[in-house]
């Protein structure tokens, strides 16, 4: 279920429905950092009752189509990295590391994904889920996974990490980006990661994005963290989970199998 619903007219009205994680506060926080930092980026960000039940968060509204219905070209590959690039360097350092991690950021789910894996009762009939769902939790036990939590010592920049490609809306040649609930602390790897680890990013080959994956300068904190974010769409559907009646079982299957791949890439 949306977190969310929008009313739509020459600005763009954003209530809350789910709003228990701090959703309104980061998203109007991460509006007003990069209307600061890099305008046109983002939504301007007008209003927000922040205090309302539900709150809401009033802003600017961008012109521009949705990708991800369609497999990218290489001119929006492109322009999806540009506005990632200009994402990560915009915020000030010292800005940055004030923050809260992003709410998907492994330092905040780790433990919540353990916990969701570990109370799954096993799919007999699906052989490849249930050995991703056991390579999974082994994987999650390590230090790898632990290391993905890490922020300290990590160069650290403002990131989304909700990278679900329908929020990046293409004008042209530029691209602008919506939907910052779960924005804050994070780093470039881990963005990647996040994006690229998406279930809206299937549609565009593993081979066109790799260019743009090959230019992260941490590429082993890059394979840890997709190894982390492809747990966490195995584990989001599974039977009893939010991406479950979405997904029919050939999706499932192709997850499961994306998962051990990564798990087994050196």
Known sequence: MSTHSLVLSDVVVKRFRSYD?????????GLRLLDRYAPGLAPRPLAADLAADP???T????????????PLTYAELTAVADAMDRLHSA?????????????????????????LLDAHPGTPDEPV?????????????????AGA???????AVFGREDHNLPNFLRDGDRIALVDFEDSGRSDR??????????????????????????????QARLRTARRYYACVWVALMLPGGPGHDRNPPPARRAQAERLLGLLRAG
């Open 149 to 155: 939590a890490a922020v300290d010592g990590v160069p």
């Open 189 to 218: 790897a881990t963005e990647w990661a996040a994006l690229v680890e998406h279930h809206a990013a299937r549609r565009t080959a593993d081979a066109d994005w790799q260019p743009f994956l090959d230019q992260v300068a941490d």
């Open 21 to 29: 994680r701090g959703e309104h506060r980061r998203e109007w926080l």
């Open 59 to 70: 802003m600017s509204r961008l012109p521009g189509e949705p990708l991800g219905r369609h």
């Open 91 to 115: 915020v000030p350092v010292d800005e940055t590391t004030r923050l809260d991690p992003s709410h998907g950021h492994p330092n905040r789910g780790l433990a919540g994904l353990r916990a």
């Open 55 to 57: 709150p809401t968060v």
């Open 129 to 145: 889920v249930a050995a991703a769902v056991g390579a999974a939790r082994r994987w999650l036990a390590s230090t790898e996974a």
